[in-house]
């Protein structure tokens, strides 16, 4: 059974940073691809970036350029490093991961979801 335990989410100021983590076990990790979504509080789940089995990566506009999505395969984590954090990336960060996507940014794509992890940046 896949399984993710995601962490690295807090608070932080405006202009911070964190690194998020997404250690998964139960599936072959570099068979999926991998992505972040997120959702704001009476707002729809959002995907954030993906990485694929053949390491293509992407990334909505609103975070292209400041966030970066890389794995370690042999620990089988994905990271989501957030640079220049703004107010507007408040949510609940969750990782997913499916063995075929068409869509990378449509959750409905996605069979196995982390719990969830807040992310607060404070202006």
């Known amino acids: 059974e896949a399984q993710f335990v995601e962490s690295g989410g807090g608070l932080v100021q405006a202009g911070g940073s964190l690194r998020l983590s997404c250690a998964a076990s139960g599936f072959v990790f570099n068979h999926y691809t991998i992505a972040w979504f997120r959702q704001a509080p009476g707002k729809e789940r959002e995907g954030v970036s993906s990485i694929s089995s053949d390491d293509s990566s992407y990334y909505a506009h609103s975070v292209k350029g400041r966030f970066t999505i890389f794995c370690d395969y042999a620990k089988n984590t994905v990271y989501l490093q957030m640079n220049s954090l703004k107010p507007e990336d408040t949510a609940v960060y969750y990782c997913?991961?499916?063995?075929?996507?068409?869509?990378?940014?449509?959750?409905?794509?996605?069979?196995?979801w982390g719990q969830g992890i807040q992310v607060t940046v404070s202006s």
């Open positions: 997913a991961a499916d063995p075929q996507v068409g869509n990378w940014g449509d959750p409905y794509e996605y069979d196995y």
